[in-house]
């Protein structure tokens, strides 16, 4: 069965440095991987998803990912947090052989001024 | 949000009643989710569907039933509403079951 992981419910940046979200996977065949992002009373936006390719995946609003199959991970990460990134981060993955995306229990993002 | 549209918004109800939520979407994408929302648990997949009347159950069936009779349209009914049943449920479009997925507005369902 496939299942996510996002190990902190909380993640506390300064405005300008760098920001990582961490996102650990499972699946039984290949992982397609996506992230979204949720402001308060919104819906899920896209942000970026791996399906092949270069394992460095670049997405909106500066933010990227890197895909490690060894450790089955999907960290998102950006490079200088800004306040209006402060929002719930979700990871969340299917494999080739599912039926359906299985999401992760989300991240919230605090980006301090 | 572009493209999917759901109805109503917010909506308050007692125990017991009936509740339909309807998606609507203008993309002509082939599949559609409810899904609903709940603090630590993330997105819950309740049904699915991959064309017109082509429905299928997801992790959270119970107590829920879905019909899509056109492309654009999928309901989404609570046939004796529930307090466990208080969230917020999110539609979603995708033109492949691999494809990414693209989410509606959402809709706040309270359950008295």
């Known amino acids: 069965a496939q299942s996510v992981a996002q190990p902190e419910d909380q993640v506390n940046v300064a405005e300008g440095n760098p920001l990582t979200v961490k996102c650990t996977y499972s699946?039984?065949?290949?992982?397609?991987l996506f992230w979204y992002v949720q402001y308060p009373n919104r819906g899920l936006q896209f942000l970026l998803k791996y399906i092949t390719g270069d394992n460095l995946v670049k997405g909106s609003y500066g933010f990227e990912a890197e895909f490690n199959k060894s450790q089955t991970s999907f960290h998102l990460k950006k490079p200088s947090a800004l306040v209006s990134d402060s929002a719930l981060y979700f990871c969340?993955?299917?494999?080739?052989?599912?039926?359906?995306?299985?999401f992760g229990p989300g991240t919230r993002l605090s980006v301090l001024p | 949000d572009a493209g999917i549209t759901q109805s109503p918004r917010h909506k308050v109800t007692e125990t017991g009643t009936p509740v339909t939520l309807r998606c609507h979407q203008t993309e002509n994408h082939r599949y559609m989710y409810w899904y609903r929302q709940d603090p630590g648990h993330g997105l819950r997949l309740i049904h699915y569907s991959y064309g017109v009347k082509d429905t299928d159950k997801g992790e959270v069936s119970d107590g829920y039933s879905v019909s899509r009779s056109k492309t654009e349209d999928f309901l989404l009914t609570l046939e004796s509403a529930t307090s466990s049943q208080t969230s917020v449920y999110f539609c979603?479009?995708?033109?492949?079951?691999?494809?990414?997925?693209?989410f509606g507005p959402g809709t706040r369902l309270t359950v008295l």
């Open positions: 969340a993955v299917r494999d080739t052989g599912g039926q359906n995306f299985v």
């Open positions: 979603a479009i995708s033109r492949t079951n691999t494809d990414t997925q693209y």
């Open positions: 699946v039984s065949g290949n992982p397609y």
